[in-house]
């Protein structure tokens, strides 16, 4: 016979475990509509699981990390993202004592407000909404309204300040806002070659002396340092050593200069406005395919709300297709044609 592990249980080993900082389960600050707790996972489980059986988590496969709608096995998309950030945030987590599902609840979470195309998307719906949009904003209306899923306070708060100056409230949520970036910077180099939009040589010295020659050694390098540097401050504050603080945030310039912007690969993100913008138009003007799409009643008022939940909610090749169905002409006849 074995003595099964049950939620309480797990919750004593977390307040025998974690450092007195941690976010321990049952001191969350709990969920908009009570619910009776789970016998075997605590709350941030139970919110992690939640996540991953979500139809927004499954589809960030389709979402664009840097390039559009890539056709190679290897390029990152929004889910393989995701699952790298949740990978560093654990480690990190795991070592700083810090409560390793609520990181992991966080970092799953995190990029569910993502739009199609990247932040070529995001830009579009932002400049055509009138009340602007941002993915971290829109992340929790996902998990709030768009497909309710009565997460904890703390994994919210994780996703809406993952990005911006906010900071989030756990330090839970500020590991996974550093590791969002360590994530993103590593692999991004490495799809970057992988494209050619960058060659071995075009990345800076400093890189490959300060954090190594692989994209493994850079993220150990940094994960190495910000756990270090975050013991070493007593958990003040998650963070890396300045010096490599100065190494990690020019290497984010030189990828905003050379690759997030005015790169090959950003070539096609004109085009996105063009199709994003026509989407847009074509069902605000017709609010009883919203309806369909959406799966709930539109009222007069509500739509250009509607529009924005829609079009962010898209993969790549979803908004590719309707752009498709709706604007372009089908060949018709050609084959049945008589001769
Ligand atoms: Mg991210």
Redesign the pocket.
């Known amino acids: 016979m074995v003595q099964a592990l049950g939620r309480e249980a797990q919750e004593a080993q977390e307040a025998e475990r974690l450092s007195p900082l941690a976010c321990l389960s049952h001191q969350s600050r709990g969920r908009a509509e009570p619910e009776a707790e789970c016998d075997w996972r605590t709350a941030f489980q139970r919110d992690r699981d939640r996540v991953l059986h979500s139809k927004a988590f499954r589809r960030l496969k389709g979402k664009t990390q840097v390039f559009l709608a890539p056709q190679g096995d290897h390029y990152r998309t929004r889910l393989t993202?995701?699952l790298e950030?949740a990978q560093i945030s654990r480690t990190v987590a795991r070592a700083l004592r810090l409560n390793e599902d609520l990181a992991e609840a966080i970092a799953l979470a995190?990029?569910l407000g993502h739009t199609p195309f990247g932040h070529a998307g995001e830009d579009v719906l932002d400049q055509l909404h009138p009340a602007g949009f941002a993915h971290n904003e829109h992340g929790v209306r996902v998990v709030e309204k768009l497909e309710p899923m009565n997460l904890s306070f703390e994994v919210r708060d994780g996703i809406l300040h993952?990005t911006g100056p906010g900071v989030p409230a756990t330090l839970e949520g500020q590991v996974v806002k550093i590791c969002?970036r360590v994530?993103?910077l590593n692999h991004d180099i490495d799809d970057a070659l992988r494209a050619g939009v960058l060659r071995d040589r075009d990345v800076p010295d400093f890189v490959f002396k300060r954090f190594g020659p692989s994209s493994g050694k850079r993220i150990g390098a940094m994960v190495q340092d910000l756990v270090q540097a975050s013991a070493a401050c007593g958990l003040a504050e998650i963070r890396m050593s300045p010096e490599v603080l100065e190494d990690f945030l020019e290497l984010r310039a030189f990828m905003f200069r050379r690759v997030y912007r005015g790169s090959k690969a950003k070539v096609e993100e004109a085009k996105v406005a063009g199709l994003l913008g026509r989407l847009h138009a074509w069902y605000l003007a017709h609010p009883e395919k919203l309806s369909v799409a959406l799966g709930r009643v539109v009222r007069p008022g509500e739509e250009a709300q509607a529009v924005v939940d829609h079009l962010a909610g898209m993969t790549d090749r979803y908004a590719l297709a309707t752009y498709e169905q709706v604007f372009l002409p089908r060949p018709w006849g050609l084959i049945d044609e008589a001769r």
């Open positions: 993202h995701v950030v995190h990029d993952h969002d994530a993103y």
